[in-house]
């Protein structure tokens, strides 16, 4: 049984602490905001609805109570829709989602339309949080992983609204940081009503911050219950044949890359085409503001560029296909025999690897993967996932799968398999959902 956390509002040093929390973080809101215009430079979606940062945001109507799910970005939104698409066939709450990034946003009205509501989530400033809760009213706010603010679980706290951490993680390195600033960080995580954990280590991690054991659901992650949906596999198998034109061609995904990633996963490309000339890259930007960056590195490589955006298959002549489109990834590592999971050879923390072993792909990644620490190393240790720091190494890999199609097969069914035997997370989290809002 989960017994909600509680502490004093009025708890004076915490008060105190806080209170010199929010003024910082209100000195430095115009720095804020001048970051979102130098963003918008190369990405102009960022300098539009700035108000929503500040709490003009529309009001939801008020016929039915309200679930206030917050989702940083894309990655964090595509993992919990299913959770969205559950709660909104319940038809007994609306569902009013945040986001922080213009992708996510993007991904959020591509999906829903208005059949949610939608904003920016506002800047953690007391007045602002107040001044947002209002205005949705929410009955059960839902923070998506790691995002958490002290003002505004403080704000949910004082004004009667449930929250809940789903699919939590805290990775060791989150861990250090959180414990620097344990002054600000133990009673924001100890005001949490609820919260479902990934994994045991990291349920371990947010008690040692003052998480109450008796409010932890360890679930897994949601991640492991991705859905190929019939729309996704069957845009996969025609861009596949689109790309093969009747001629066998190896094809290798690069995705969710950063900035100092392409260059290796170039390079690494090189060596590849050596032994296999006709072979294809797929190139996925993490980032839409890189795509005209990314396309230029690649011509200055000397390849023949093709862009997804053109809406023109490659041609045989094409050596990369940019994906300079939103929403494809998954369905683009469906078309592919190789995967490489980027955001993993900086010290990014990786990627969802489970959107790739959910097709049955070999998977390269580089070292840095404390994002997804517990996945990896299930992927590791199931031999589903190679762990390579240099161009060679992601070269030699590409090419012994190249070679082998029987290897490669062994290793993508070991994924696959990984990712069927852990789902179950979904579920947890939708009756835990459910018995947080008296519906059971």
Known sequence: MLNFTRFSLTDKPIH???????????LLTPFFVVRLCWRSRKLPAYRHRIAERFAVV????????????????????????????????????????????PTGSARVVETYGERVGHSYVPYDIGFLISKFLHRVQPTLAIFVETELWPNTLYHCKKQGVITLLANGRLSEKSLRGYRRL???????????????????????????????????????????????????????????????????????????????????????YRQIKMSFPSCLLIMVPRHPDRFSEVAALCESWGYKLARRSDQQAPVMETDVLLADTMGELLMLYGCSHVAFVGGSLIDRGGHNYLEAAAWG?????????????????????????????????????????????????????????IVKQNRGAKAKLILLIKGLLNLQ
């Open 16 to 26: 105190t602490m806080r209170t010199i929390y929010s003024a910082l973080f209100l």
């Open 58 to 101: 529309p009001t939801p109507p008020k016929s039915q109570p309200c679930i206030w799910v917050h989702a940083a970005s894309v990655g964090e939104f595509i993992a919990f829709k299913p959770i969205v698409d559950e709660m909104l066939s319940w038809g007994s709450h609306a569902v009013y989602i945040t986001t922080m990034t």
């Open 182 to 268: 344990s002054w600000l960080s133990r009673p924001m995580i100890a005001s949490l009503s609820c919260s479902a954990i990934q994994y045991e280590a990291d349920a371990q991690r947010f008690k040692t911050l003052g998480l109450n054991p008796e409010t932890c659901l360890v679930s897994g992650s949601i991640k492991f219950d991705i859905e190929l949906n019939m729309h996704t596999i069957e845009s996969a198998k025609f861009l596949y044949s689109q790309i093969q034109q009747g001629l066998p061609r190896k094809i290798f995904v690069a995705g969710s890359t950063h900035k100092g990633e392409e260059e290796i996963i170039l390079s690494a």
């Open 361 to 417: 792909l070999p998977i390269i990644s580089g070292p840095s993967t404390f994002n997804f620490a517990a996945i990896s190393d299930m992927l590791e240790q199931a031999n589903a996932m190679f762990i390579a720091d240099s161009d060679k190494l992601i070269a030699a890999e590409v090419l012994k799968l190249f070679s082998n199609e029987e290897l490669a097969k062994r290793k993508g069914l070991a994924g696959a398999k």
